[in-house]
């Protein structure tokens, strides 16, 4: 967004700021209900402001806002007269403003540059919690918080205000703790994912401030007595004040001098008693009680203010109490999640290169037993270099045959061609008979010197027989051609899922046990780094199946479930059967048709069954590759013949890094012959 885009901004929730406040009176004022001074002079000072806001240059060249003149006579007569207004003066005013009030909203809203924004945004602004007020200040809200975010190029000028309700102020106050320090600003600035996550957790912290505000109101039953209270008239009020009282604290706390206010209603009673009895009927009379009513319906206006005051007040004291105890401990969770987020960074940036979605994982999903896991296979990947090899071979390999598509690619041609020159000889190519003087041979020219000879030159030149030089007069040019030539390109296909199937039997467990769980976390980590989908198959007397497939998960939930592999047990017996009637059963279904099988065992198993064998060969006929990695020297030779590649890794052998690279390279330079 351009600066002059951001000032315009600024000054649009500005001016929407006084026509709020304006637009909860609108019911008052249409109404005819009665305002005290107060609300009155509040009304007047909006208005000022809003008018003043409305005269901008740039909101008038913008905006069509109709009888500005008018309001701004409005204005002027509100804040140049010196006397007080009566009631009737000011609505007379007012009811030009008023309805005026819902369009100017409106054209101003239509102003606000339309920006896109996630959908945790869009939701709050339309749907969110009225505590940061309507539509338009959450919409500043948002602004505000990406502003102080993101922006840091802005100055404070340039960014968007923070709306003043307390909600928008507890916000704002985390955010600074939040960018107190360099470094932590820096780090933030470093990696723009956080600052749009530190939005969205904002938001979500109004939403629970919102709900605990709902919930434990502490307040609820005294606010409905005092909007009980105003619905009554107000001799009714004054005859049960002492009911009233004994009412209103059984639900309250609160300290009001009742006797106070019992006392002046007692006095206005007993005038009121004194003219019924000595005073004989008269207009003065009627004067006289209806200037009492008017002073018991005083008294019972300042009793409600008094109660409505206290309960305001002691309500913002609680609600300002209970946001700064959530605001406290959204900070200190931040504080922890941004510690756990840079652990886990540091960790996993070498699996990803974008980690913002790490975020999420450190909510809590992790604990440091899940980081210790990964920091453990992560590291034990790194020292072997040849199970990184091996994974990575694997994790690029692509059981489809390789597909070719034509294309058109246009080639230039650089072709000379010869072209005459004029005034220019070139080079001397032979002798001709011409009778051009210029190119005439030196002895021809000698004839013509001798007075003898002089005769015979003339006849030579009349008949065009003067033995002349030939020259080449014609010159070779570049010209460049452009000819379209139709080739055929390797198609780029996304590379299919891998299934895994890993033995996790007794005589699996020690060394076997970590090379199985480092491969599995190699061609995993391959597999997250592509948006591959993998699927694990863990087996031994029976077996478990783990989905790291992204179609109906997050990478948070793929990485829980790695986590939850690598922390399992190896023990029990050995069955191969099951786990590959699996993967063949995978293989039939529309998400894994294209998926290469992958076996990491001890091969201390029993043959595998003629029908699973049946099975097998079907699916190799379909270019599937069954791979295996064998973990030792010995095994069931019967079973690893059905898999399309072995290769052995012997744990007793000092080599054993080296003789796997060198098998490695069998299945590299297949790739590289397809």
Same mark, same amino acid.
């Given at each position: ?264 209603? /007692?006095?206005? $009673? %007993?005038?009121? !008693?004194? =003219?019924?009895? #000595?005073?004989?009927?008269?207009? @003065? ?117 390789? /597909?070719?598509? $034509? %294309?058109?690619? !246009?080639? =230039?041609?650089? #072709?000379?061609?010869?072209?005459? @020159? ?121 077996? %478990? ?130």
């Amino acid at each position: 967004m351009k600066e002059n885009d951001k000032e315009f901004k600024n000054l649009i929730y500005k001016t929407l700021k006084p026509l709020n406040k304006l637009l909860e009176y609108s019911d008052k004022i249409s109404s005819g209900e009665k305002l005290n001074e107060k609300d009155s002079a509040y009304i007047n000072d909006q208005i000022r402001i809003l008018v003043q806001n409305l005269q901008s240059p740039v909101i008038r060249k913008k905006a069509n806002i109709k009888d500005l003149g008018k309001f701004r006579k409005i204005r002027n007569n509100i804040s140049h007269n010196t006397e007080e207004f009566s009631q009737l003066e000011l609505k007379d005013f007012w009811k030009d403003i008023f309805p005026a009030l819902p369009k100017i909203k409106m054209e101003l809203e239509n102003l606000l540059p339309k920006e896109k924004s996630n959908s945790n945004c869009r939701r709050f602004r339309k749907f969110g919690t009225n505590i940061c007020g309507d539509e338009t200040e959450r919409q500043q809200l948002l602004d505000a918080i990406e502003d102080f975010c993101s922006s840091s190029s802005l100055s404070e000028s340039e960014k968007i205000d923070f709306p003043e309700n307390k909600f928008s102020q507890a916000a704002k106050q985390s955010l600074e703790e939040i960018f107190a320090t360099e470094e932590n600003s820096a780090y933030i600035q470093k990696h723009k994912e956080i600052a749009k996550n530190i939005q969205d957790d904002l938001l979500e912290w109004i939403k629970n401030v919102d709900s605990r505000l709902t919930k434990e109101n502490p307040f609820e039953k005294e606010a409905a007595f005092v909007s009980s209270l105003k619905n009554k008239k107000s001799e009714e009020i004054a005859d049960s004040v002492l009911q009233i009282q004994k009412d209103y604290e059984r639900i309250s706390e609160a300290k009001t001098n009742f006797e106070f206010y019992n006392k002046k209603f /007692l006095e206005i $009673k %007993e005038k009121e !008693e004194f =003219v019924n009895k #000595k005073i004989k009927t008269s207009k @003065k009379t009627e004067k006289y009680k209806e200037e009492l009513k008017i002073k018991i319906q005083a008294v019972s206006d300042n009793l409600i203010e008094d109660l409505e005051s206290s309960l305001v007040q002691r309500k913002n004291a609680w609600q300002l109490g209970l946001i700064e105890e959530m605001r406290k401990k959204f900070i200190e969770e931040f504080f922890e999640k941004l510690e756990k987020f840079k652990k886990l960074e540091n960790l996993l940036c070498r699996i990803f290169d974008e980690t913002g979605f790490l975020w999420d994982l450190s909510k809590g999903l992790f604990n440091e037993s899940g980081f210790e896991i990964l920091r453990q296979y992560a590291d034990l990947l790194e020292k072997d270099k040849s199970l990184n090899e091996f994974a990575a071979i694997l994790g690029k390999h692509n059981r489809t045959q390789r /597909l070719y598509e $034509k %294309e058109l690619r !246009e080639k =230039v041609i650089v #072709k000379n061609e010869w072209k005459a @020159k004029p005034a220019y000889k070139g080079q001397i190519s032979g002798i001709r008979m011409s009778s051009d003087i210029s190119s005439v041979l030196p002895s021809e020219l000698a004839l013509f010197s001798n007075p003898a000879t002089k005769k015979l030159f003339e006849l030579k030149f009349a008949q065009n027989q003067l033995m002349s030089f030939k020259y080449k007069t014609f010159v070779p040019e570049e010209k460049n051609e452009i000819q379209t030539e139709e080739i055929s390109k390797e198609k780029e296909e996304q590379k299919g899922p891998a299934i895994i199937c890993v033995d996790t039997s007794g005589s699996m467990s020690g060394t076997p046990e970590n090379i199985a769980k480092t491969i599995t976390f190699a061609l995993s980590k391959i597999a997250l780094q592509e948006k591959r989908s993998c699927y694990l198959i863990s087996f031994s007397i029976d077996i %478990e199946i783990l989905d790291l497939s992204f179609k109906d998960k997050t990478n948070n939930e793929v990485l829980s479930t790695l986590v939850q592999f690598l922390r399992k047990s190896f023990n029990g017996g050995t069955d191969p059967c099951l786990a590959l009637e699996h993967a063949v059963e995978l293989l039939q279904t529309e998400n894994w048709k294209n998926a290469d099988v992958l076996m990491i065992s001890d091969f201390v198993m029993d043959s595998l069954n003629e029908d699973l064998e049946n099975k097998i060969e079907i699916e190799k006929k379909k270019n599937t590759d069954f791979f295996s990695l064998v973990i030792g020297s010995g095994g069931n030779q019967e079973t690893m013949n059905w898999f399309n590649h072995n290769w052995f890794y012997n744990m007793n052998d000092s080599m054993a890094e080296r003789h796997l690279v060198e098998q490695l390279n069998i299945i590299k330079n297949r790739q590289e012959l397809i």
